[in-house]
């Protein structure tokens, strides 16, 4: 005789509703969100605040230790003879032909600007940004700009002539004036060429401002006349 089948049904297992976490409430989600936000902020105010004080504070020069200025950008040093001292005489070839002399531009603002030559195109573009912008150079109280760099001055000559420009580029060979005013010391190529200064001379021939553009941190051979000119406006004995 057959067994009998058992009396015991198998029935399907009820589904499982699935555990859910405890909802957070409200008041923790905001406290959350509002957090996350104070902490944003002053994430953007510190970072806001390092940028201003790097952009405004000397830094250290990368060679020699001493202080730079101006921007972050465009950081300078100041050479010796510095603002205050008296800017040493000299008399060299000029590209305009015949000598030119410091002496000349008594009772001017003469800018000098020492430049590294033939071999820098951003020294020349500088000397096309700077008369382009004659009108602002004056309105700072410029009268005249002189260049000096070390070239042969039959070839500083052509270079003008080349570039169309009409600003003076006097030729200091032996660098006896470059090395006077140390200019030599602020360039790429060690103490054989300028690198990239800026002198102001008053009109009683003391130097009024100076700015040593060409050395380290950043070796600028460039940099926009307004620039230049923020810096000369911002740190110019009167």
């Given at each position: 005789m057959s067994?009998?089948?058992?009396?015991r049904?198998?029935?399907?297992?009820?589904?499982?509703t699935?555990?859910?976490?405890?909802?957070?409430?409200?008041h923790?989600r905001?406290?959350?969100?509002?957090?996350?936000?104070v902490?944003?902020?002053?994430v953007?105010?510190?970072g806001?605040?390092?940028?201003?004080?790097?952009?405004?504070?000397?830094?250290r020069?990368?060679?020699?230790?001493?202080?730079?200025?101006?921007s972050a950008?465009?950081p300078f040093?100041v050479g010796n003879?510095?603002p205050?001292q008296?800017a040493?005489?000299?008399t060299?070839?000029?590209s305009?032909?015949g000598q030119?002399s410091?002496?000349?531009y008594r009772g001017k603002?003469?800018?000098?600007?020492?430049?590294?030559?033939?071999?820098c195109?951003p020294?020349?573009?500088?000397l096309?940004?700077?008369?382009?912008?004659a009108?602002?150079?004056k309105?700072?109280?410029i009268?005249?700009?002189?260049?000096?760099?070390?070239?042969?001055?039959d070839?500083?000559a052509?270079?003008?002539?080349?570039?169309?420009?009409t600003?003076?580029?006097?030729?200091?060979?032996?660098?006896?004036?470059?090395?006077?005013?140390?200019?030599?010391?602020?360039?790429?190529?060690?103490d054989?060429?300028?690198g990239?200064?800026?002198?102001?001379v008053?009109?009683d021939g003391?130097?009024?401002w100076?700015?040593?553009?060409?050395?380290p941190?950043?070796?600028?051979?460039?940099?926009?006349?307004?620039a230049?000119?923020?810096d000369?406006?911002?740190?110019?004995?009167?």
């Amino acid at each position: 005789m057959s067994p009998k089948p058992s009396a015991r049904r198998n029935h399907p297992s009820p589904a499982r509703t699935p555990v859910r976490p405890a909802p957070v409430p409200d008041h923790s989600r905001r406290r959350e969100v509002v957090v996350a936000v104070v902490v944003r902020v002053v994430v953007a105010v510190l970072g806001g605040l390092y940028a201003v004080y790097s952009a405004s504070t000397p830094r250290r020069s990368a060679d020699d230790g001493s202080a730079t200025q101006g921007s972050a950008q465009y950081p300078f040093a100041v050479g010796n003879p510095g603002p205050g001292q008296k800017a040493p005489d000299f008399t060299l070839p000029s590209s305009n032909g015949g000598q030119a002399s410091l002496a000349d531009y008594r009772g001017k603002n003469v800018l000098l600007y020492f430049q590294e030559g033939l071999m820098c195109q951003p020294c020349w573009d500088q000397l096309t940004d700077l008369e382009r912008n004659a009108g602002k150079l004056k309105a700072a109280g410029i009268d005249d700009v002189v260049s000096v760099t070390t070239d042969p001055i039959d070839l500083v000559a052509r270079k003008n002539r080349d570039e169309g420009v009409t600003t003076p580029v006097l030729s200091d060979p032996d660098l006896s004036v470059s090395r006077a005013y140390e200019t030599n010391k602020y360039g790429m190529m060690g103490d054989s060429r300028n690198g990239h200064s800026f002198i102001l001379v008053g009109p009683d021939g003391t130097i009024r401002w100076r700015a040593d553009y060409g050395g380290p941190p950043k070796y600028t051979m460039f940099l926009p006349t307004e620039a230049m000119l923020a810096d000369l406006r911002a740190g110019a004995k009167p």
